[in-house]
């Protein structure tokens, strides 16, 4: 068992040990927030063939030269018609957008610029070559245009459509177990007594998980006892991992910790963090457990920067396309802000767009109990240990969605 490990050995021990990968093939139409297991290639063209991007006339160009060019109107093409006209020299063809451009036509005029007496039609702009939409332009059959390990939103799903995908392989969901430890911990709703707080940190965590592909499955807090905490951790048999909320740091009623140290393979305790410092890694009869710190906060920044990149390798992110909670980016200060003795420091801050640069400030205060301080700000700085950042200092950070 390693102490006191960075974030990138942490997240390296913990994906020595991921949660196991299954697939499973499903309709498209139940496929919303799911991650692709096996990229999509197309069974067609798109488009899958030359199309009108605009309503009006499909034309020969070198008919329309001359200043109001006379035409005569063959015929129609709608979107999905058949049986089109051929265009020789002097014709026209009634166009719909995304119609099929009928042979013999090399440009589309739109209607706007067009008067349309009997059966001819006057020709008052420009034919463009360029509101034809030329066949596989966008994709040519059999190329791939989602890749292994996609999330797929509804532009994805719409492309997978497109591409002619009815049914489709994805990750199976890993089912996660959240529990919350303490005595003190009352759920939401119910008659609090003196020294009892509401027990908040699982729904974060239910939360995140779900954001990140998985099945959350949220416990009733456990309370402060070895035999009831080691029977719920028995009872979660069939689950793919487990997170734990509190009971990992030096106190005597700190009993996740003392009960994987005596009872459980644990692979790191504490980080090289801050907030979260205590959190601790390994596994419970197989199933990998993250014990996670008591305090809101910690446990919420935890999430973001380990258990997030274990869940993407667990289930094969891409590492662009699939799921994320943030992305890192370089930001201005607005405040100085302290960092940490040997210590990566996730200082919360406001991530805003300001001209061609990113600026971070500080609305709340800092303390790992304050909830309302991650409602107030979007982003999370990476300062290096025993780093301190002045206002309008750059630094790195993570820009939380």
């Not at 609305?363 to 300062?383: E, P, R």
Request: with cysteine; net charge negative; aromatic share 4%.
């Amino acid at each position: 068992m390693e102490r006191g490990v960075s974030l990138e050995r942490a997240i390296e021990l913990a994906c020595e040990k991921p949660m196991p990968r299954r697939t499973e093939h499903i309709p498209l139409d139940v496929a919303h927030n799911r991650i692709l297991a096996v990229g999509l290639h197309s069974k067609v063209d798109d488009p899958r063939f030359d199309n009108s991007a605009m309503d009006g006339f499909a034309v020969r160009a070198s008919d329309c030269h001359e200043a109001s060019a006379r035409l005569r109107i063959v015929g129609t093409s709608k979107a999905g018609g058949q049986d089109l006209p051929t265009v020789e020299a002097g014709e026209a063809c009634r166009i719909m957008t995304g119609a099929r451009v009928p042979d013999g036509a090399d440009a589309i005029v739109m209607v706007e610029d067009t008067e349309v007496r009997g059966e001819s039609v006057s020709i008052n702009g420009p034919a463009r070559t360029n509101f034809i939409r030329r066949r596989a332009e966008n994709l040519a059959r059999g190329q791939e245009a989602l890749p292994t390990g996609a999330l797929l939103g509804p532009a994805e799903l719409a492309l997978a459509a497109t591409m002619g995908h009815g049914e489709i392989e994805v990750a199976v969901k890993p089912r996660i177990a959240i529990i919350s430890t303490g005595d003190e911990l009352v759920r939401a709703g119910d008659e609090l007594a003196e020294g009892q707080i509401y027990e908040s940190n699982s729904h974060a965590l239910a939360s995140l998980v779900a954001e990140m592909g998985c099945e959350a499955n949220r416990l009733d807090s456990a309370p402060d006892s070895l035999d009831e905490l080691r029977k719920i951790l028995d009872s979660l048999t069939g689950h793919d991992a487990i997170i734990t909320s509190g009971g990992v740091s030096m106190g005597d009623w700190d009993l996740v910790r003392r009960l994987m140290e005596e009872e459980g393979e644990l692979v790191f305790w504490r980080m090289k963090v801050r907030p979260g410092g205590p959190p601790l890694f390994g596994t419970w009869k197989g199933t990998p457990l993250f014990g996670l710190p008591g305090n809101p906060v910690s446990s919420q920044v935890i999430f973001h920067i380990l258990l997030a990149p274990w869940i993407q390798h667990s289930l094969g992110a891409h590492p662009e396309l699939g799921p994320r909670l943030s992305r890192q980016v370089r930001v201005r200060l607005r405040n100085s802000v302290k960092g940490a003795e040997d210590k990566l420091c996730l200082r919360r801050i406001r991530i805003t767009s300001e001209g061609d640069e990113l600026v971070g400030s500080v609305h709340t205060h800092q303390g790992s109990g304050n909830l309302h301080s991650l409602v107030a700000h979007d982003g999370l700085t990476l300062l290096p240990p025993g780093t301190d950042a002045e206002a309008g200092d750059f630094v790195d950070a993570l820009w939380l969605r």
